[in-house]
């Protein structure tokens, strides 16, 4: 199995910042791409920033130039660095693992962490 562990949400006042943490543990074969998305209250779950192992990183359009998403030495390891947050940036944010693991070490499979609540007040 593949756990995903996230932590670093919280509230903040519009214009702060916050810093989310994710790391992967468990029987990790592979590991295609990291990411975080989000999902706010009544909306579907989105996409805010991913990056592949050994590619170019890609962001929502809304969190551009606001939000980082940046890989630890560990490559298990993966930080969403938010900035001048918004009030429509509240939402649960989950990390997301794309890879394998070492019971079926072939194709790609999504892995989810439980998500961790954001709250941005104006």
């Known amino acids: 199995q593949v756990q995903l562990v996230e932590s670093g949400g919280g509230l903040v006042q519009a214009g702060g910042s916050l810093r989310l943490s994710c790391t992967a543990s468990?029987?990790?074969?592979?590991?295609?791409?990291m990411g975080w998305y989000r999902q706010a209250p009544g909306k579907q779950r989105e996409l805010v920033a991913r990056?592949?192992?050994?590619?170019?990183?890609n962001y929502a359009e809304a969190v551009k130039g606001r939000f980082t998403i940046s890989r630890g030495n560990a490559i298990n390891t993966v930080y969403l660095q938010m900035n001048e947050l918004k009030p429509e940036d509240t939402a649960v944010y989950y990390c997301?693992?794309?890879?394998?693991?070492?019971?079926?070490?072939?194709?790609?499979?999504?892995?989810w962490g439980q998500g961790t609540q954001v709250t941005v007040s104006s």
């Open positions: 997301k693992l794309e890879g394998s693991e070492l019971d079926r070490p072939y194709g790609i499979y999504d892995y």
């Open positions: 468990g029987n990790i074969f592979s590991i295609d791409a």
């Open positions: 990056i592949p192992t050994g590619g170019s990183t």
